[in-house]
């Protein structure tokens, strides 16, 4: 069955940086765009990135454009998302998501705090 699991999430200094993975099975990951989403508590989830199956075509929320890198690596089935200079309002849990499904792995807490 579907699986996506999240990792590398963390409690870090505004400025700093992150780096979540999100490992995919149970489905040709290749084939599929994905997405990260996060949801800060007492909010509704917001997309926060989009890359196409290829990994050609990316798309970023404004809030974080400029500062988070949307990847994936089709060899080893992950999805990435490289979070730089992170903002306390980045608090928030960081979902992957397989885009236009409701197929979503089971999030990973960033906390962005000094």
């Known amino acids: 069955q579907v699986q996506l699991v999240e990792s590398g999430g963390g409690l870090v200094q505004p400025g700093g940086s992150l780096r979540l993975s999100c490992a995919a099975s149970?489905?040709?990951?290749?084939?599929?765009?994905m997405a990260w989403y996060r949801q800060a508590p007492g909010k509704e989830r917001e997309l926060v990135a989009i890359i196409t199956s290829g990994g050609v075509g990316t798309n970023y929320a404004d809030s974080v454009k400029g500062r988070f890198i949307i990847s994936r690596d089709n060899t080893k089935n992950t999805l990435y998302l490289q979070m730089n200079s992170l903002k306390p309002e980045d608090t928030a849990v960081y979902y992957c998501n397989i885009r236009g499904s409701e197929y979503w792995g089971q999030g990973t807490q960033v906390t962005v705090s000094s």
């Open positions: 149970g489905f040709t990951f290749s084939t599929y765009a």
